[in-house]
C-alpha cells in the first residue's frame, strides 16, 4: 500500500484507501516530509545535563529540536554525539514525541533521529496525520533524504474524501 504524503493519497489508490484498509505494514511517500539533514540542529529545554565520559548530553523538560522546517517535541531528548564528540550522530526522544514538518504531524512514545543517515525511527502507538487524514501503528520508519518511509504493526488508516 503507497500513497504520496505531501498529496496524502493518490488518485490511483482512493478507491482502496476509502474502503478503510487496514494491513501489517504500508509503505509511504512523505512528500512534505523530506528534509534538509545538513541544516543546523537548535535544541531548547529546561534543563541539560552533559556526561563526558560518555559523549552523550541530556535536554530534559519541554525540549523542542528544530533542523530547518522540521520540529521534534518531546520530554526529554537524549544526544549522542560522534566518536570524536565534533558532531551529533544521534537524537533519542521520549516522553511524548511530536514531530512537525509544515501541515505534517507525526506522534510516538519514543524517536531515534541519526543525523548521517537522515532515518528517523518513531515507535510506540504512531499517529500520522495530514489534515483529516490519519495513519496509525506501531513503528515508523522515515528517510528524511528522499521523503519515503514504513508503518509497520498493525497498520489502520482512515481516508476522508476531498480532504487532501
Same mark, same amino acid.
Given at each position: 500500500? !503507497?500513497? @504520496?504524503?505531501? !498529496? ?15 494491513? /501489517?505494514?504500508? @509503505? $509511504?511517500?512523505?512528500? =512534505? &516530509?523530506?528534509? =534538509? ?12 545535563? %552533559? ?6 548530553? %541530556? ?11 522540521? @520540529?521534534?517535541?518531546?520530554?526529554? %531528548? /537524549?544526544?549522542?554525539? !560522534?566518536?570524536? /564528540?565534533?558532531?551529533? =550522530?544521534? &537524537? ?5 514525541? $511530536? ?33 483529516? !487524514?490519519?495513519?496509525? +501503528? /506501531?513503528?515508523?520508519? $522515515?528517510? &528524511? @533524504? =528522499?521523503? #519515503?518511509? $514504513?508503518?509497520?504493526?498493525?497498520? #489502520?488508516?482512515?481516508?476522508?474524501? +476531498?480532504?487532501?
Amino acid at each position: 500500500m !503507497s500513497f @504520496k504524503f505531501g !498529496s496524502l493519497f493518490l488518485a490511483t489508490g482512493v478507491a482502496f484507501w476509502a474502503a478503510g484498509a487496514v494491513a /501489517q505494514e504500508a @509503505k $509511504i511517500a512523505f512528500g =512534505d &516530509l523530506n528534509q =534538509d539533514t545538513s541544516l543546523p540542529v537548535e535544541v531548547q529545554a529546561d534543563q541539560l545535563a %552533559v556526561n563526558n565520559a560518555d559523549g552523550t548530553a %541530556v535536554f530534559s523538560g519541554n525540549v523542542v529540536v528544530t533542523q530547518g522546517e522540521m @520540529k521534534l517535541a518531546a520530554g526529554e %531528548v /537524549q544526544v549522542k554525539y !560522534s566518536t570524536d /564528540q565534533k558532531e551529533i =550522530d544521534q &537524537l533519542i526522544a521520549s516522553g511524548g514525541v $511530536i514531530v512537525t514538518n509544515l501541515g505534517d504531524a507525526a506522534e510516538a512514545k519514543e524517536a531515534v533521529y541519526t543525523i548521517a543517515t537522515g532515518q528517523m525511527v518513531l515507535t510506540g502507538d504512531v499517529l500520522l496525520t495530514q489534515g483529516p !487524514s490519519a495513519m496509525a +501503528g /506501531q513503528k515508523l520508519t $522515515i528517510n &528524511l @533524504k =528522499d521523503g #519515503t518511509g $514504513i508503518m509497520e504493526g498493525r497498520v #489502520t488508516t482512515t481516508f476522508v474524501p +476531498g480532504g487532501n
